[in-house]
């Protein structure tokens, strides 16, 4: 079992900045993969970005490439996603997501997340 509780969102204008935290527990994490996942109202969860938690490879969305960085720190059990450049259409709730032994090609899929956390809410607006 691995518990997930996101912090960090909130108001934000846009071009501004907000980072995202997931703290994880329970299960050893060396061959989970940890994810963002957003949704908006009507429409289906969207992934954002993930990260490997052995090795740190990393995958983004189009959406957000350039823009967000995920990354971790090993001795907090925590992910991270630094969002910069906000616009607006990035407003959503954001998961984080935990999953074990998700291959490369299945990493953007969140049916291979068996973990999620309660969601934060980003609004970006001015």
């Known amino acids: 079992q691995v518990q997930i509780v996101e912090s960090g969102g909130g108001l934000v204008q846009p071009g501004g900045s907000l980072r995202l935290s997931c703290a994880a527990s329970?299960?050893?994490?060396?061959?989970?993969?940890m994810a963002w996942f957003r949704q908006t109202s009507g429409e289906e969860r969207e992934f954002v970005a993930a990260?490997?938690?052995?090795?740190?490879?990393?995958f983004y969305a189009d959406s957000v490439k350039g823009r967000f960085t995920i990354s971790r720190a090993n001795a907090k059990n925590t992910v991270y996603l630094q969002m910069d450049s906000l616009k607006a259409e990035d407003t959503a709730v954001y998961y984080c997501?935990?999953?074990?032994?998700?291959?490369?090609?299945?990493?953007?899929?969140?049916?291979?997340?068996?973990?999620w956390g309660q969601g934060t809410q980003v609004t970006v607006s001015s």
């Open positions: 997501a935990a999953g074990y032994g998700i291959i490369t090609s299945s990493t953007r899929n969140q049916r291979q997340y068996s973990y």
């Open positions: 990260i490997r938690w052995r090795g740190g490879t990393t």
């Open positions: 329970g299960d050893p994490f060396s061959s989970h993969t």
